[in-house]
């Protein structure tokens, strides 16, 4: 995933998803699996796009931060 900030790196991705592919199809009354693949990648752009737009990340992730220096240094 592109972050807006420069030395902000993902390094562990979100194990699941805050949505279920399941509960997505219940919502839209689709009751075959053959659309479960488009499903799942809409609801992966749901939640970075959410992301992007709050700065917040929804579900437990780990980013790696490099700084060129130490914050204060001159």
Do not use: F, H, K
Not at 19 to 42: F, I, K, Q, R, Y
């Amino acid at each position: 995933m592109q972050t807006p900030y420069r030395g902000l790196t993902l390094t562990t991705a979100p194990a699941q998803e805050p949505v279920s592919v399941e509960s997505v199809n219940l919502m839209l009354g689709l009751s075959s699996a053959d659309d479960n693949a488009l499903v799942s990648s809409l609801v992966l752009a749901a939640r970075q796009a959410c992301e992007r737009y709050t700065g917040r990340s929804l579900i437990t992730q780990t980013w790696t931060m490099y700084l060129d220096r130490l914050p204060g240094d001159r």
